[in-house]
């Protein structure tokens, strides 16, 4: 799996540092950042919404999150 590029990190520093809602687009392959923002978070005591995520969208990040775990 690929690193982050350095604007990715910089944008998942800013989401960890306070509270935020984050809207995204297409272009900047936000999907990195989300794996890795759900990798931080991922504990039986936290809780992540990812809002409107198309079933495809889905199975995409939760194959990610396994790929990572493995």
Do not use: H, W
Request: with cysteine; net charge negative; charged share 25%.
């Amino acid at each position: 799996m690929a690193p982050i590029l350095e604007f990715q990190r910089e944008i998942l520093e800013q989401f960890l540092e306070e509270d935020c809602l984050t809207v995204g687009f297409k272009g900047l392959n936000l999907e990195n950042i989300l794996i890795e923002f759900l990798k931080c978070y991922a504990s039986s005591s936290s809780l992540v919404l990812v809002i409107n995520a198309s079933q495809k969208e889905e199975k995409f990040i939760i194959s990610r999150l396994k790929q990572e775990v493995e």
